[in-house]
Structure formats: C-alpha cells, structure tokens
C-alpha cells in the first residue's frame, strides 16, 4: 500500500498509509489529542478531521487552543441552528450560516417571523442535538445531483449557491448531522467532528434580512447567536453584550437629543444641536492636533467628473460604491467616497520642490458610499459621513519620520480619550505593486519608528495593501470591545497613476509617496464608539452641555441668568434649567441627561455668591464661588482623558 508522510509543527515526521483519515495522526501522536481534535490544517488549508491525507503534507492538528478553533465553532454551531430550525419548522429555506466577529448567524425564508418563544424552542433542540454527540458528516456529491437534490426540496437558494460557488466543479460538497434526513447542507467546511464538541453557545435575536443583503432579493429572518470555547467566556461575553445594549449609541444618541435620522435621507444623519456640538468639538479638536504639527486644512470639491475615477481606478472597481449624478452637459459624474483623488489633484497644481516637502493635506468635508440599505445601522454604517482625513506627499526618505510623528499623534489623541489602542504593521502582500526594494525600505522604516514611538505592535505579514504596507490600529473601548479605527497607508500605486512627483536636489524630477492618514477615522463612526465608550456620560471637555444652573425657586431666576452668563463668557456650555419644576426632579432629568456639573442656587448661594456642586454621579461637592468653579473646569477641561470619567 502506497504512504504518506506528513511533517508536524515540531519538524517530526510521521508515515501512514495513503487515503487515512487526518484524525489518525492525531491518534497516532496521543489518544489525548485525538480526543480534544477539532480539526487539522493540512498545507496551510483548515480541514475536516476525516480529510483524507493522499500525499506528503505539512499536518496541524486544531484543538480549542488554536486561533481557528473559535470560527470553526461558531460556524459548526450555525449548522447545528439550521439543523434545530428545519426540524421545528419543516418547510423553512436555510440561506447562509457564516462565522462572524461576535458569533454567528444564518438566514431562513420562513412564513413568518421568529418570535422571542421561538428561539427559546430552537436554542433548546440544538442543545438536545450536542447532547446527542450526532457526528458531521461530509459527503460528495456529483454536482447535478446535489442540485437537484436540493431544488426537489424546495431550496432555490441552495440551488444558487451551488452554481456560483462551484462553477466547473464535478462533485460539491454536502454535510450532513447524523445522516441526510435529520439535516443536510451545502457548505464547502469545515466543522467540528460531531455536535457534542458544541457546549457553550446562545442565541440572542432574529432581525429582518434580504438574500445577499439587497432589498430587492427575497425577505429573510436572520437569527444571530454566539457560540464560545468555555461557559466562562459565554457567560463574560454576554455581561458585555448587556453592557452594550444600555451604550448602544442609537438609543443614547435619541435619549440624549444628539442625532436623528429620517427615512427620506437613509444612512445619513440628522444633527441636532448638541450633536453639532460634539461632532464640532471633536473635529476643533482633530484641528487642534493637526494644524500645530505641520498639516494644512484644505477643501476639495464634492462631485467630480467620471475623469478623474478612472484615473485613481475607482470607475472600474468602486463605482456601484458611489453616487453618480449627471452635469448639466450630460457628463457623467460621481460624489466623492474618499478625498484622496481630489488631494492628488490638488498637490499636483503646482510644481513642488524637495524642501516644500512633507505636504500635509487635512481634509473634513463630507463624503458619501452608496450603502446597501439593508447594512445601513446608526452611525456605524452610513451613507454620508467625514473623516479626519490626510494625506502626506513625502519622499521615501522621509518615511520614517514622518510616521514616527504620526505615531505620536495617535498617540497623544488615544490618550486624551482614555482609551488603548494596539497597533497592527501590514507587511508586502503576495501580490504587489511598485519596486520590492522600496517596499523593503519602507518597511524597515516603519518598524523603526514604531520602536522609536515605544509603540509594541503586532506584524501581520502580508496583510498590507497590495499598493503599500500599513499600520492599523485596534481602539480598546471601556467595555474590552476591540474597534479599527487609525490607520496609516503607504501608498506607491496613486503617485504613479497621477504622476504625482516632485524637484529632488538634483534639480530632476522624482515620485513622491503618499501615506494616507486618518486617527478617528469616519466622524460618524467614532461619535458611535465614543458615545458607548462613555455610555453617553462624556467628559468635561466633550460634553454638549458641561453645566446646567437650577434655580431653586422663581426669585433666584435672576442671579441664576448672572451665574450663566459669567461661565459663558468663561467659554462653559451651559443651560439654564428655569422651568417651575422641583429641584429634585431637575436633578434627575440633569442626570439622565448625562450633563456632568449641575450647579443649584438658592437664597443661600444667592446672599453668598456663590454655585452648589453636583456631579451626575451624585456627588455632592458642596458650595463653590463662580471663579473657583470655572478655574476647576478649565483645569478638567484642559486635563482631557486624564480625569477618570464618572458615568
Ligand atoms: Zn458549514
Ligand atoms: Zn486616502
């Protein structure tokens, strides 16, 4: 009989005979392992445990301690859903069932929606289906016959799914939970062994959907669960999950009058006052940070001709992205979704010499993405938005330092949020553009500056654009939720398509690099991360309103007005709450409102000049003259992310 030999991660080999079962190197290693196997990688591709092994291979066995384990689970349990669904509401259509960050989830075309009893019926088949330890089975059909197979069964969708994932294939494959007639689909894999592995997993809503996410496909329910390694990672996970659910930023976003959205402009924000205040206050801020280190603030057009798309390549490959429109003369047109092409444009007007150089461009106007209405959420996911967007026209010489001042200024913004951050270096992907010796370089450079910044970084090779190499950076939010937000972007490609160059010293003409620069990334966006960050409750300097002055009674309206206008002319944003209400319940309504200092005068502060302190956490700091108070807000104002935030 013919053998294999597969090599494992600690370089040892071991022989079998051709056609085994990859399970077997794990029984052969130790009954241990086989027992705690999931799955193997077998030459770099993550496999069944019954993957035939036909020649010598690289051999990984996968057990929860491995970085697939949690996918393969959560994708495993989304079968194990299809399979509760199908068994409880005969007739239903599985659409698909993919692994997410969170969790998981699958779609189904049902006659009617799922309710909460529903899913309470489903969660408890699935866990009567792990108890039963019912083996996955993969089996491999010829094509046409699955096709059939499935479409008999009522399943068009499936039907689709086989054509256009398996196109030129002669046989796909099917996998089944105990055998074909308890739960059968169409999935490339792979899974977990049998159901039994599953334990800890829980389902948590259904929403409305569309096949493949278009409104104008067919309706669907998705139902969403999450599935973890450990009961003690469920349990933590779902703590966080409650947690986000009272900071979730549409519901604050309403409760504290921030932002609203109508049906007629979808994806794209109404800003009401005190949103304009905080969106204001962070783009001054962003300014702030920007301008005193070299950058200058531009403004490019909005709408540009289909020219210019061509140029930068997003025509062919980003225009169902954008909104077109149509000029007067019939020239068609597009709305920017990113500013870079117009600051290519820009930098190129004019003749640039080596010692202009860097060029910071900074750029806050707004653009636009033509979302699928169905992904559209709050303001995570909308059509119009800004971003705190830059772009730097450097040599390569200057790469290294103009990323290291960069670093810095994620730095020192990251800071003043009181949030960590975790920087990712995207190294030359396989396929590439430009010179390798340049990408080299520039690689070299940013390693350097981010072990100049002091900045520990995580090296994802071969995770950079295919244009350039790239540092991301994961925003750690109060609650322990990860968030991509700052990113810097070599970027040897654009430079080339609009000739973008510059006088060297040697009076000839050179190629400049642009690094694509954003810290908060879109305005939008980050306000949603901030405002659940925070749980609505923002610090001094970010608060809509830092104060709110309640007068006790009618006759201390007037000193109350004085008090208001003193910190207005200090630069406080103050409100004057003079409505006939009682104190107490004006204290109450000046917490829900999130607003951090509420200053109540009556006869006594009225004969004293003076302010009571309350916090919105409930503290009382007692009496405090207006100068005293406005020097200590100034000083917390000033002080930013220091100051511990009291929710
Ligand atoms: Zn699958
Ligand atoms: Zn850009």
Known sequence: MNQVTVTLPDGSQRTLP?????????????????????????????????????????????????????????HSTAHLLAAAVTNLFPGVQCGVGPAIDEGFYYDFVVPRPFVPEDLEAIEQKMKELASQDLPYERQMWPRDEAKSFFAKRGEPLKVQLIEEKTEGQKEVSCYTIKDKETFIDFCVGPHVPSTGKLKAFKLLTTSNAYWKGDARNQPMQRVYGTAFLSEKDLKAHLTQVEEAKKRDHRKLGRELGLFTFHQWAPGAAFWQDKGTTLYNTLANYMRGVLLPNGYVEVKTPLIFNKALWETSGHWAHYRQNMFQVQGSEGEEMAIKAMNCPGHYLLYGSTVHSYKELPIRFHEQTPLHRNELAGVLSGLTRVRQFAQDDGHCFVMQEQIGDEVERLLKLVQRVYTDLGMTYQPKLGTRPPEFLGEIEKWNQAEAQLKAALDRAGMEYQLNDGDGAFYGPKIDFDVTDAIGRKWQCATIQLDYQMPERF???????????????????????SFERFIAILIEHYAGAFPLWLAPVQATILPIADR???????????????ELRVELDDRQEKINYKIREAQLQKIPYMLVV???EVENSTVSV????????????????????????ARKGQVPVTT
Not at 560 to 565: G, L, N, S
């Open 18 to 74: 051709s056609g085994s079962p990859v399970r077997d190197v794990a029984e052969g290693i130790s009954p241990r392992l086989a027992q705690a196997a999931l799955a193997a990688v077998v030459d770099d591709k993550l496999v069944d445990l019954t993957y035939p092994l036909q020649r010598d291979a690289s051999v990984r066995i996968v057990t929860d301690k491995s970085p697939e384990a949690l996918p393969l689970y959560r």
């Open 499 to 521: 000739d973008l160059k510059y006088v060297g010293a040697d009076n000839a003409e050179h190629r400049v690099v642009v690094i694509h620069r954003a810290i908060f990334g």
């Open 556 to 570: 201390h309206l007037q000193y109350a007005a004085f008090v208001r206008d003193q910190l207005q002319a200090a």
């Open 602 to 604: 009556g006869d006594r």
């Open 614 to 637: 309350r916090e919105r956490s409930g503290g009382d700091k007692g009496a405090s003259s207006i100068d005293t108070f406005v020097a200590a807000a100034h000083d917390e104002i």
